[in-house]
Every structure is written in C-alpha cells, then in structure tokens.
C-alpha cells in the first residue's frame, strides 16, 4: 500500500471536528458559518467576478497562443481515452446532477425573480435562460480547465505529483514540499470532501422525492434519505474497486445515453419549435452580453441580493468545486494538446448545457401557466426536487421517463461519489494515479458517513458553508496557477525556441559541410577527367 501523506492525516481531524460540530450544534453551525459567508459574498463579490473571468480570459488566450500545441505529455505521446469516452468524465464528473437537479427549477427561479426585468413577462423568461446558461457555461468549465490544466501539464508533461501544490513549484520552489504545499493540498481535500458529502446528502432527499413521487409506499423522511445513502453507499464502493477504467467509465458512458435520451424524449414532445427558437436566441443574447454579464457587480443598482444570492454562490461554488473536478479531468486528460483541451473542456459542456436548459428550462416556463396550480407553485410547496418529476409527469409516458430519471440521478452520484474517492486518494498519496483501493474505500466510507451523520441532524447546510468558505483561500491559489503555468510555458517556449536554433544551426552547418563535400566531389572529377586525358 502507498505510503499515506500527512495531508490524509490532517484532513482527517478537520473533517471528523467539522462533522462532530456540525452534529452536535448544527444551527450553530449554520449562524456562524453563514454571517462568514455573507460577509465575503458582501466584501469579496467583485473579486470573485474578477477572478471567474480572469480564468476565462487566460483560457480563451491559450487557446490562440503558440502554447496550444504544446502536449499534456510528452511530444509523441497519444490520447489516452477516445472522444466518447474524455466527454463522458467530463460530463460526469463536472455537473451532470446539477444539470439534472436544476434543469428546471433554475430557469423558473429567475422567471418569477429575475435580476432587472418584469417577473413574469417575456423578458423575464429571456432573461431566465440567458442567466441560467451562464451560471453553467463558459465560467465554471473555464474555472475546472485552469485547475486541470496546472496538474495534468505538470504531471505529464514534467512529471511531476499529481497533487495541486505541485503546480506551484515554478513559482514556490521547494517550499511546496513543506508546510504551505501541505496547506493547499488539505484546502483541496478539505473542499472535496464536504462538497462531495453535501451532494449526497441533498441528492439523497432527491432521488428519496423522486421514489416517493412515483410510489405512494415510499416516504420521504429521513429513515428513507438514509437508506438512499447506504445503497448508493455501496455502489460506489463496489464501482471504486473496480478501477477508473471499468467503474467509473462504464458509468460514465451510461449517463451520457441516460441524459441524452432523456432530453430528445422531451424535446420530442415538448414544444419543439419554441424549444430551437429559444435556444437560438438565448445562445446568441449570452454571448453577446456576455463581458457585461461577466463584471456586473450592482454597484448602482443598489440591491445586490440577487447578484450574492445566484452569480457570486455560484462563482465560489465552482471554485471550490474545481479541485476535485480538475483533479478528476487532468486523469482522463493526458496526450491532448492545450488548445484541444481548452476546446473541448469549455465549449462542448457549455453547449451541451444550454441545449439542456433550453429542453428542461423552456419546457418548463412554457408549461408553468397550463399545469394546474403552475409548476413553480408545485415546486415551491413540495421542493426543489420535485420540479423535473413534476414537469416530466405532464408528458407521455411519464412513470417510465421518472423512472429514467432516478436511474440517471443514482448512476451519477454514484460515478460522482467514485471520482471523489479516486481524486482524494491521489490527494493523499501524493498524486499517485491508481491510489489503492482500500484509501478510496476509506474516503468512501468517510463521505457517506459525513452525509449520513449531518443529514440526520440537519448540519448539511453549514457544511455546504464551510466549503463555498473554502473558495476564497483557493480562488488565490488559482490565480498563483495561472501565474505559474504562464511561466512554465514561457520557460518552455524560450527552451523550445532555443533548441529549434540549435537544431537550425546544425543543420546549417551539415548543409555547409555537403556543399563543400560535393565542390571537393566536383574538383575530383575534374582531376580525374584531366588525367585521363593526359
């Protein structure tokens, strides 16, 4: 067995306090841990709009820049894993079950309350998907490619440990094998594990919802959440021994098809045509507003609730996401070139959720004034993650696609729960790429015991704090990436460069050397020629 790093240790102790606090005192938990997130939502919100768009900046230059040839990996090196396959990780394990839980219940959120528009009107429904395509294009994949980026280039390319800090070493130096490498390491384990554990907590209540909308025999309390969580407990262990290249492939392939059929179902007999208009129109009104989107910080609106409540929740939410969505991608990333990379980590899952939105979203807003009651006052009363069930229930076949739905949900948080103990056994086993199967089943174990524990006693909400908390400290450590990629890429290009001169220059001179060689030929024939004559 790999030897476990100090970073496994400390984060341990974090994690078992947060978790004991969070069962004992939850609402003080909640309090404390909520009047620190509102004051950095308050004081800090322009940083992060900075930041979020900085990383998209950066992403977008390296694309067009010389270093977009460069490798994740050595010059010859190949792809590990075909198209298929890369985008299915990535669908996977970036936000496929957010997609899902938030579908529909984003877009109505912003058509009853969108940011400067008349609720309720048809520039609030524009506005709904305009939003909705934002919070889960461009910025979170451009946040996830800089974090997977930095470890798969210096992993691959200068083998280097597959661990965060490492990405630091051309600007830190030897200091990232001490004690402010270990620091980053644990903010990385630190946000994966509540992010991971709050996600199975509050997917649990979903697909509880989902059972118990289909089946009056099934409750939803929390004896039922439990039971969810022991079950997806035990696929996603039986998954993580399997290996990257069985279990979590193998589930990641299923949830694209899932998804996909999902959606041409209800693209199908949704309302198809107003479904392409608004996604042709929404697509085109996104980026066209996009860089003012992008630096929008209310200052003169003077109501800034929507902004922290939806924009800047989910810049840091991404953010502290990223490590353990860019530790999974860097895996399943090697042999790409950068401008490759860049390509497809931001604009095929952008596009693809638009399209989702635009389904699920569009369906739902033209369908919220015919359903009985309206489907946003349906999901408001029974929840959130009754919203997809509810709108699903109105279609053909419905029992069956509800069902398909809660598959889907199961089988990604099961690839996602998988993912998280693979990338927290590279995180404490100093990047190793195949981590044992018993740290993973640790880690597992620990996750869903997190859950498990916080859902019971109702901490879930300042877990999910603590790790939106977590962004800040790590939003500067991505900005240090992107200082510290952008150097090693310079460094690299001058080396480049410099052999390419070298390379030049002997070549220059062989091309001298049989130039001579050939006038040397040329005058011994003539010599030959003359004596023969003679």
């Known amino acids: 067995m790999k030897k476990l790093t100090s970073v496994f240790y400390i984060s341990f102790f974090i994690a078992f306090i947060f978790i004991l606090w969070g069962a004992i005192a939850p609402e003080h938990v909640n309090e404390t841990l909520g009047s620190i997130q509102s004051y950095i939502s308050e004081k800090f919100g322009w940083f992060y709009l900075l930041s979020a768009t900085t990383f998209v900046i950066f992403a977008i230059y390296l694309i067009f820049s010389p270093y977009g040839k460069i490798r994740l990996g050595k010059p010859d090196e190949k792809p590990e894993y075909n198209y298929f396959t890369w985008f299915a990780f990535l669908f996977t394990a970036g936000m496929g079950i957010g997609l899902v839980f938030w579908g529909v219940a984003e877009p109505l959120y912003h058509y009853y309350g969108p940011p400067t528009s008349e609720p309720e009107t048809s520039a609030a429904a524009a506005d709904a998907l305009q939003y909705s395509f934002f919070h889960w294009g461009i910025h979170p994949w451009a946040i996830y490619a800089i974090v997977a980026l930095a470890l798969a280039y210096f992993k691959f390319r200068h083998d280097a440990p597959g661990v965060v800090s490492a990405a630091l070493r051309p600007i830190f130096g030897d200091?990232?094998?001490?004690?402010?490498?270990?620091?980053?390491?644990?903010?990385?384990?630190?946000?994966?594990?509540?992010?991971?554990?709050?996600?199975?907590?509050?997917?649990?209540?979903?697909?509880?919802?989902?059972?118990?909308?289909?089946?009056?025999?099934?409750?939803?309390?929390?004896?039922?959440?439990?039971?969810?969580?022991g079950l997806i407990t035990i696929l996603y262990l039986i998954s993580a021994g399997?290996?990257?290249?069985?279990?979590?492939?193998?589930?990641?392939?299923?949830?694209?098809?899932?998804?996909?059929?999902?959606?041409?179902?209800?693209?199908a007999v949704g309302p198809t045509v107003y479904i392409f208009d608004a996604f042709t129109t929404t697509l085109g009104s996104y980026i066209q507003n996009l860089p003012s989107m992008s630096f929008n910080t209310a200052a003169f609106s003077g109501d800034r609730g929507w902004l922290e409540s939806w924009t800047i929740f989910y810049w840091a939410w991404w953010i502290a996401w990223s490590p353990f969505v860019g530790t999974f991608i860097a895996r399943?990333?090697?042999?790409?070139?950068?401008?490759?990379?860049?390509?497809?980590?931001?604009?095929?899952?952008?596009?693809?959720?638009?399209?989702?939105?635009?389904?699920?979203?569009?369906?739902?807003?033209?369908?919220?004034?015919?359903?009985?009651?309206?489907?946003?006052?349906?999901?408001?009363?029974?929840?959130?993650?009754?919203?997809?069930?509810?709108?699903?229930?109105?279609?053909?076949?419905?029992?069956?696609?509800?069902?398909l739905a809660i598959l889907l949900i199961i089988s990604f948080f099961v690839?996602?729960?998988?993912?998280?103990?693979?990338?927290?056994?590279?995180?404490?086993?100093?990047?190793?790429?195949?981590?044992?199967?018993?740290?993973?089943?640790?880690?597992?174990?620990?996750?869903?015991?997190?859950?498990?524990?916080?859902l019971y006693f109702g901490g879930l909400d300042g877990l999910e704090t603590a790790m939106i908390i977590a962004a800040l400290p790590f939003t500067f450590i991505m900005l240090l990436m992107v200082i510290s990629i952008f150097k090693s890429l310079s460094n690299e290009r001058h080396l480049i460069q410099t052999d390419k001169a070298v390379v030049q220059a002997e070549r220059n001179k062989l091309r001298e050397e049989k130039e001579k060689l050939k006038k040397e030929k040329e005058e011994l024939k003539k010599e030959i020629k003359s004596t023969k004559k003679r």
Do not use: C, H
């Open 175 to 229: 200091k990232v094998d001490g004690t402010f490498g270990t620091t980053v390491n644990v903010i990385v384990v630190f946000a994966t594990i509540f992010g991971v554990a709050t996600s199975l907590g509050f997917g649990a209540a979903q697909v509880t919802g989902g059972l118990s909308y289909t089946f009056d025999f099934i409750n939803n309390n929390i004896g039922t959440q439990l039971i969810v969580i």
């Open 242 to 267: 399997t290996g990257l290249n069985r279990g979590i492939r193998i589930l990641s392939m299923t949830n694209i098809i899932l998804a996909v059929g999902l959606m041409l179902f209800l693209l």
């Open 415 to 454: 690839t996602s729960a998988d993912s998280a103990t693979f990338v927290l056994g590279m995180q404490t086993t100093n990047g190793s790429l195949n981590p044992p199967v018993s740290v993973k089943m640790v880690w597992g174990v620990i996750q869903s015991s997190s859950a498990a524990v916080l």
């Open 332 to 403: 399943v990333s090697r042999g790409r070139t950068i401008r490759e990379f860049m390509l497809v980590v931001i604009a095929v899952p952008t596009l693809f959720g638009s399209l989702w939105f635009s389904v699920f979203g569009g369906t739902g807003i033209s369908m919220d004034g015919i359903l009985d009651g309206g489907l946003y006052d349906l999901m408001s009363d029974q929840g959130d993650e009754f919203a997809l069930f509810s709108l699903l229930n109105e279609f053909p076949l419905a029992s069956i696609m509800i069902t």
